[in-house]
């Protein structure tokens, strides 16, 4: 059982959560995740990044997205309740060291699981360029805490209501365009922005880095449900990853796989909001 | 194979045991191997391919009685060389074939701390029963004394009805093991190192104690509630259990021995690391290995549409590759989950497969197909990227390979397609990888296994390995063996 500490909404959709999870903070670095379960019996398993540790207080953070039935449920949660299963940390941490410049993109939620690379990076002695992105002005999450640490800062929304009017891989392109380039780029996001910003530094030749999260089960190699192709060889991301070179990563297959059980998910989907107006209904007679 | 029913089997049982229970002459060899060999009462396989209940139900007292009187108490007993924890079977049988249950159960508690899984998972067929007397007196194994049911019968009647001592645990000696994995080596080692009065912590990557017995095999072959409650007198010997717990990840080995003060520790992680055929197409939505697959079903009970979140794959004709316990227990749960059609792909013949004759019957029994001289080639996808058919080649018997089988040969130009829509890959398990990669120092085989010398000590000090990770997928009773030997050598280390 792992204590929720605090929670902050940070959008309409999106949560902030600190657990607690003594081990789990002590051994955690950058690029690692845990799996999370609501309930033992019944409840499934799912994969989320690590935004944050505190090991004094023995803290993880959490930032996840609302979108299926945990995810809901685990936004319902309130600061005393707790988690059923925290597994973690799981996962290759980033590799971390000087490049020189490091330009990282962080797309939506995405930039939850970039913060603590970008921490990484700069105390590698990185010089840092941080581009966030995000669908509209309130959803962009965590920019004091990425202006903080940026040499360079660009925020853009896809319809213009903050920063650039721009998808991320505009500014990413005119970066790695700049002489001398780039000598590395991260990008956390959803897939498709991923795959789109590999496509985008290819032709600069910059290595570009990308975190896969993929449906998983156990986390630990056992279930294969995670794997992809990279290279033409398949990979397990909760093992061998979660990251990999971007410009080797098969996302078409990758995207396919993430719609495996798209139909049951929608179902449970649907079921937990009727349910939740059914409550909400329930409340309002009494 | 005809089905008869459990109640037929009981009244043929009781009424063939007064008989001989009425004669006041001891019987002769002869006699006791006339008497009927007891068929394992089943549920109806058209009743239990929709549900996840048990299949085999369990002797009657009187089945269990008449099929221990079949035992002719050799006196050399070649069945015991054939048990890997040497159990002395004839001593059992003979206190069950006198009615004294508990008495057996003692017997068999003596050299296995897990007899209600052993007797049902065990493959007596290549074990104790392959040298049973009584089988090649009547010149098929499958007439030998079916020990393993007899087995399983004591021990659930000891279960049920609460009887057998809780083990005694000794004086606490401030010494403390650390068990990694929860599966049946794991439980045989925190059993006997506990006993002595060391304290024993066991961790546990899931959320569920049990390993392999719980997330592997299927409900219907292995009752969870069995397994919980071996568990159960662990813990209530004063086993420590740590779940959501994964030793090189949230904890290093050795910091369990340099900074927690554990003074010795067991890997007994097992061979979750499943193989793939690599093959085109292995990667499109729709192939599951069968660990995830069996995950699902069991664990997560995937099965329970109504209930659990966790989404298992609806298909209507599915494709399992491979031929063992594995292959079985997935095809099985495929048909419970409501596919169309189970073809089961076997590059060799059945003769070959590495699974237990009475698994591949029920398969049989549930509607499965079976496919064999048959491999995968590649797997096509639609427009989705999800599996859509099959490429399979036609294979013939060659000349015997290393393993003494003889060596599949594929037969070119035989390629044909079948159409499916998922494809569960049940090839077999490596072991699994985590802890050697994250254990300095720790050697292994250029498989993956973990090296032990023959006291079941690993290459590091205070550190002991058993199981699937040190045998490669291998079985629940050889895990216990290994278990058995590597907690005997950290009792003596403790001295």
Same mark, same amino acid.
């Given at each position: 059982?792992? #204590?929720?500490?605090?929670?902050?909404?940070?959008?309409?959709?999106?949560?902030?959560?600190?657990?607690?999870?003594?081990?789990?903070?002590?051994?955690?670095?950058?690029?690692?995740?845990?799996?999370?379960?609501?309930?033992?019996?019944?409840?499934?398993?799912?994969?989320?990044?690590?935004?944050?540790?505190?090991?004094?207080?023995?803290?993880?953070?959490?930032?996840?997205?609302?979108?299926?039935?945990?995810?809901?449920?685990?936004?319902? #949660?309130?600061?005393?309740?707790?988690?059923?299963?925290?597994?973690?940390?799981?996962?290759?941490?980033?590799?971390?060291?000087?490049?020189?410049?490091?330009?990282?993109?962080?797309?939506?939620?995405?930039?939850?699981?970039?913060?603590?690379?970008?921490?990484?990076?700069?105390?590698?002695?990185?010089?840092?360029?941080?581009?966030?992105?995000?669908?509209?002005?309130?959803?962009?999450?965590?920019?004091?805490?990425?202006?903080?640490?940026?040499?360079?800062?660009?925020?853009?929304?896809?319809?213009?209501?903050?920063?650039?009017?721009?998808?991320?891989?505009?500014?990413?392109?005119?970066?790695?365009?700049?002489?001398?380039?780039?000598?590395?780029?991260?990008?956390?996001?959803?897939?498709?922005?991923?795959?789109?910003?590999?496509?985008?530094?290819?032709?600069?030749?910059?290595?570009?880095?990308?975190?896969?999260?993929?449906?998983?089960?156990?986390?630990?190699?056992?279930?294969?449900?995670?794997?992809?192709?990279?290279?033409?060889?398949? #990979?397990?991301?909760?093992?061998?990853?979660?990251?990999?070179?971007?410009?080797?990563?098969?996302?078409?297959?990758?995207?396919?796989?993430? #719609?495996?059980?798209?139909?049951?998910?929608?179902?449970?989907?649907?079921?937990?909001?009727?349910?939740?107006?059914?409550?909400?209904?329930?409340?309002?007679?009494? | 194979?005809?089905?008869?029913?459990?109640?037929?089997?009981?009244?043929?049982?009781?009424?063939?045991?007064?008989?001989?229970?009425?004669?006041?002459?001891?019987?002769?060899?002869?006699?006791?191997?006339?008497?009927?060999?007891?068929?394992?009462?089943?549920?109806?396989?058209?009743?239990?391919?929709?549900?996840?209940?048990?299949?085999?139900?369990?002797?009657?007292?009187?089945?269990?009685?008449?099929?221990?009187?079949?035992?002719?108490?050799?006196?050399?007993?070649?069945?015991?060389?054939?048990?890997?924890?040497?159990?002395?079977?004839?001593?059992?049988?003979?206190?069950?074939?006198?009615?004294?249950?508990?008495?057996?159960?003692?017997?068999?508690?003596?050299?296995?701390?897990?007899?209600?899984?052993?007797?049902?998972?065990?493959?007596?067929?290549?074990?104790?029963?392959?040298?049973?007397?009584?089988?090649?007196?009547?010149?098929?194994?499958?007439?030998?004394?079916?020990?393993?049911?007899?087995?399983?019968?004591?021990?659930?009647?000891?279960?049920?009805?609460?009887?057998?001592?809780?083990?005694?645990?000794?004086?606490?000696?401030? $010494?403390?093991?650390?068990?990694?994995?929860?599966?049946?080596?794991?439980?045989?080692?925190?059993?006997?190192?506990?006993?002595?009065?060391?304290?024993?912590?066991?961790?546990?990557?899931?959320?569920?104690?049990?390993?392999?017995?719980?997330?592997?095999?299927?409900?219907?072959?292995?009752?969870?509630?069995?397994?919980? $409650?071996?568990?159960?007198?662990?813990?209530?010997?004063?086993?420590?259990?740590?779940?959501?717990?994964?030793?090189?990840?949230?904890?290093?080995?050795?910091?369990?021995?340099?900074?927690?003060?554990?003074?010795?520790?067991?890997?007994?992680?097992?061979?979750?690391?499943?193989?793939?055929?690599?093959?085109?197409?292995?990667?499109?939505?729709?192939?599951?290995?069968?660990?995830?697959?069996?995950?699902?079903?069991?664990?997560?009970?995937?099965?329970?549409?109504?209930?659990?979140?966790?989404?298992?794959?609806?298909?209507?004709?599915?494709?399992?590759?491979?031929?063992?316990?594995?292959?079985?227990?997935?095809?099985?749960?495929?048909?419970?989950?409501?596919?169309?059609?189970?073809?089961?792909?076997?590059?060799?013949?059945?003769?070959?497969?590495?699974?237990?004759?009475?698994?591949?019957?029920?398969?049989?029994?549930?509607?499965?197909?079976?496919?064999?001289?048959?491999?995968?080639?590649?797997?096509?996808?639609?427009?989705?990227?999800?599996?859509?058919?099959?490429?399979?080649?036609?294979?013939?018997?060659?000349?015997?390979?290393?393993?003494?089988?003889?060596?599949?040969?594929?037969?070119?130009?035989?390629?044909?397609?079948?159409?499916?829509?998922?494809?569960?890959?049940?090839?077999?398990?490596?072991?699994?990888?985590?802890?050697?990669?994250?254990?300095?120092?720790?050697?292994?085989?250029?498989?993956?296994?973990?090296?032990?010398?023959?006291?079941?000590?690993?290459?590091?000090?205070?550190?002991?390995?058993?199981?699937?990770?040190?045998?490669?997928?291998?079985?629940?009773?050889?895990?216990?063996?290994?278990?058995?030997?590597?907690?005997?050598?950290?009792?003596?280390?403790?001295?």
């Amino acid at each position: 059982m792992n #204590k929720i500490l605090a929670r902050t909404q940070l959008s309409d959709d999106v949560y902030m959560m600190r657990l607690d999870a003594p081990y789990i903070a002590r051994e955690r670095l950058p690029g690692q995740f845990v799996i999370l379960q609501l309930d033992n019996e019944f409840g499934e398993r799912i994969p989320l990044t690590i935004a944050d540790a505190d090991p004094a207080e023995g803290s993880v953070t959490i930032i996840f997205q609302a979108v299926g039935k945990t995810t809901h449920n685990l936004a319902d #949660k309130r600061v005393g309740e707790s988690v059923q299963s925290v597994l973690g940390p799981l996962g290759q941490p980033t590799h971390i060291e000087k490049f020189g410049t490091v330009v990282c993109v962080g797309g939506g939620i995405g930039v939850a699981p970039l913060h603590p690379i970008v921490k990484g990076m700069k105390a590698a002695g990185n010089r840092i360029i941080v581009i966030v992105g995000a669908r509209t002005r309130n959803l962009v999450i965590m920019e004091e805490q990425m202006r903080a640490l940026a040499d360079e800062f660009i925020v853009c929304t896809d319809d213009g209501s903050y920063g650039r009017k721009a998808l991320v891989t505009e500014p990413l392109k005119e970066v790695c365009g700049r002489i001398p380039k780039p000598d590395m780029a991260v990008a956390i996001g959803p897939p498709i922005m991923m795959k789109f910003c590999a496509e985008a530094t290819r032709p600069f030749g910059v290595p570009t880095v990308v975190s896969l999260n993929t449906i998983m089960i156990d986390g630990t190699g056992m279930c294969g449900g995670c794997r992809v192709t990279v290279g033409g060889q398949t #990979k397990f991301v909760c093992v061998d990853g979660p990251e990999f070179d971007g410009h080797k990563v098969d996302f078409e297959n990758m995207m396919q796989r993430l #719609k495996a059980y798209r139909k049951q998910e929608d179902h449970a989907h649907t079921q937990c909001h009727l349910d939740a107006e059914i409550r909400a209904k329930e409340q309002g007679t009494r | 194979m005809s089905h008869s029913t459990p109640e037929t089997l009981a009244v043929l049982a009781r009424q063939e045991l007064e008989g001989l229970l009425k004669r006041d002459t001891p019987l002769t060899p002869k006699e006791r191997i006339a008497i009927t060999a007891q068929e394992m009462p089943t549920q109806d396989p058209e009743v239990r391919r929709r549900n996840v209940q048990e299949v085999a139900l369990g002797y009657t007292p009187e089945q269990a009685r008449l099929e221990s009187m079949r035992c002719l108490q050799c006196r050399n007993a070649p069945c015991v060389q054939g048990c890997p924890v040497r159990i002395d079977i004839p001593g059992f049988l003979k206190a069950a074939a006198e009615g004294d249950f508990q008495g057996a159960c003692n017997v068999i508690k003596k050299n296995s701390l897990l007899p209600a899984v052993c007797g049902r998972v065990c493959p007596q067929e290549t074990q104790c029963q392959e040298h049973c007397t009584v089988g090649k007196a009547l010149k098929s194994v499958d007439k030998a004394v079916s020990i393993g049911r007899v087995e399983r019968y004591v021990a659930d009647l000891e279960r049920e009805t609460g009887g057998g001592a809780a083990p005694t645990v000794k004086p606490a000696t401030g $010494k403390k093991v650390a068990v990694i994995g929860t599966g049946p080596a794991s439980i045989t080692v925190a059993a006997d190192v506990r006993r002595e009065g060391h304290e024993v912590v066991m961790f546990e990557a899931f959320h569920k104690p049990g390993g392999v017995l719980v997330y592997g095999i299927p409900e219907f072959r292995l009752p969870k509630a069995i397994v919980q $409650k071996e568990i159960d007198t662990l813990t209530g010997m004063g086993v420590q259990l740590q779940t959501n717990f994964v030793i090189g990840r949230t904890r290093k080995l050795k910091a369990l021995i340099e900074e927690d003060g554990f003074d010795a520790v067991f890997i007994g992680t097992g061979a979750g690391l499943p193989k793939f055929m690599n093959i085109e197409g292995e990667n499109l939505v729709g192939v599951f290995s069968a660990n995830e697959y069996l995950t699902r079903a069991n664990l997560m009970k995937a099965y329970d549409f109504g209930r659990a979140d966790t989404p298992i794959y609806r298909s209507g004709r599915v494709a399992v590759l491979g031929g063992g316990n594995v292959a079985m227990d997935a095809a099985r749960t495929a048909v419970r989950l409501g596919a169309g059609e189970v073809h089961v792909i076997y590059r060799r013949t059945e003769i070959e497969m590495p699974a237990r004759i009475e698994e591949i019957a029920h398969a049989k029994e549930e509607g499965v197909i079976f496919h064999l001289l048959e491999n995968a080639k590649r797997l096509i996808g639609d427009e989705n990227g999800c599996v859509k058919a099959i490429e399979c080649l036609r294979y013939e018997l060659g000349e015997p390979d290393s393993s003494g089988r003889r060596r599949p040969v594929e037969i070119k130009g035989s390629e044909f397609i079948r159409d499916i829509d998922a494809v569960i890959v049940a090839i077999g398990n490596d072991s699994n990888p985590l802890i050697p990669r994250t254990t300095e120092g720790l050697q292994t085989t250029k498989w993956g296994n973990v090296i032990v010398d023959d006291t079941g000590k690993t290459s590091l000090d205070r550190v002991y390995a058993g199981g699937d990770i040190v045998l490669g997928a291998a079985t629940v009773i050889l895990a216990m063996g290994e278990g058995r030997r590597a907690a005997a050598s950290i009792n003596e280390r403790l001295k």
